[in-house]
C-alpha cells in the first residue's frame, strides 16, 4: 500500500475540504501533522490551498478552514479528552463540520490504565456526538514509538522472557489501539495513524514479536527521535488524513 505522491493529490481532495470547517486538537506530533499539510500545499493549486488556523483560544468556527489547537497535557491523556469537551462546550463543537483530537506517543505507555482511559474517551465522546449531532467526530488510534531491540532484549525474547520492558510501551499502545479499532470499526470513522506510522513505502509492516505475539510499533524511516514525525512522516501521515477526510460522507 503506497500513498499518492505529493504532485499526484487530486484537486478535488482539496477542493472537498476547502469549504469545510475541521478542528483538530493535538500536542507536538500533531504539529508535525500541520506541517505536513503545509509541506503537500505547496504542489496545490492556489485555489485549493487549505486556510490553516491555529487557536490560541477555542471560539466558534466562522469561516471554513483547517482550525486547530493545543488540548490537554503529554503523559496525561485524561487531560486531553477533557480538553477537548471543554474546547467542544466553548463554541467550536456549535460551528464544526469535522472534529478530532488524537493523543500523543508518550500518553499511553506501560503502566497507563487503558481501561480507565479508554472508559472515560468513549462516554466524553458519546456525550459529544449527542450534544452536537451536525458535527462530525473522527477518532485516532494512539501513535507508536521506534523499538529500541539491543542484544540484552533479543536474548529476553529468545528465553521466553514475558517482561521486557524495551516493547512494553508499544504493547501498550498496541492494546488500547485494538480496543479503538473493535469498539469504532464499522461504526464510526477511525483514523488509523499507528497503521500508516507502522507501514514502510514498501508496503510492508514494522513490528516485533513477543511471546509469538505481533506488535506494532513506528517505523524508523518517519522519525528523527523514536516518536516525532520527521519530513518524509509527516507528508506520509498527513497525505492519508488529507485522503480520509476527503471520502467522509
Known amino acids: 500500500m503506497s500513498a499518492l505522491t505529493n504532485k499526484d493529490i487530486p484537486g478535488k481532495i482539496w477542493e472537498s ?13 500533531g504539529f508535525n501533522i500541520i506541517d505536513g499539510i503545509k509541506d503537500l500545499m505547496a504542489y496545490a493549486t492556489p485555489e485549493y490551498n487549505l486556510n490553516i488556523i491555529e487557536l490560541s483560544a477555542p471560539e466558534p468556527l466562522s469561516a471554513p478552514g483547517f482550525y486547530h489547537a493545543r488540548v490537554g497535557s503529554n503523559v496525561d491523556p485524561i487531560s486531553k479528552i477533557d480538553d477537548f469537551a471543554r474546547q467542544m462546550d466553548a463554541g467550536i463543537g456549535n460551528t464544526a463540520d469535522i472534529a478530532f483530537f488524537k493523543f500523543c506517543f508518550v500518553d499511553i505507555r506501560s503502566q497507563t490504565d487503558i481501561k480507565k482511559v479508554f472508559q472515560h474517551y ?118 492519508h488524513l488529507l485522503i480520509f477526510l476527503s471520502g467522509l460522507n
Open 122 to 239: 468513549t462516554q466524553t465522546m458519546e456525550r459529544l456526538k449527542e450534544k452536537y449531532p451536525q458535527t462530525k467526530f473522527i477518532h485516532f488510534t494512539v501513535p507508536l514509538s521506534t523499538t529500541v531491540t539491543s542484544w540484552k532484549t533479543k536474548v529476553k525474547t529468545l528465553i521466553g522472557k514475558k517482561d521486557i520492558w524495551e516493547y512494553d510501551d508499544n504493547i501498550r499502545k498496541n492494546q488500547f489501539n485494538n480496543m479503538i479499532r473493535d469498539y469504532y470499526s464499522g461504526k464510526e470513522p477511525v483514523f488509523d495513524i499507528a497503521k500508516f506510522e507502522s507501514l514502510y513505502l514498501s508496503g510492508r509492516r514494522s513490528f516485533f514479536k513477543v511471546n509469538g505475539q505481533e506488535y506494532f510499533d513506528l517505523a524508523p524511516e518517519y522519525t528523527y527521535d523514536d516518536g516525532h514525525l520527521n519530513e518524509r512522516g509527516r507528508k506520509w501521515v498527513a497525505e
Open 17 to 29: 475540504l476547502s469549504d469545510k470547517k475541521i478542528f483538530f486538537g493535538h500536542q507536538s506530533v
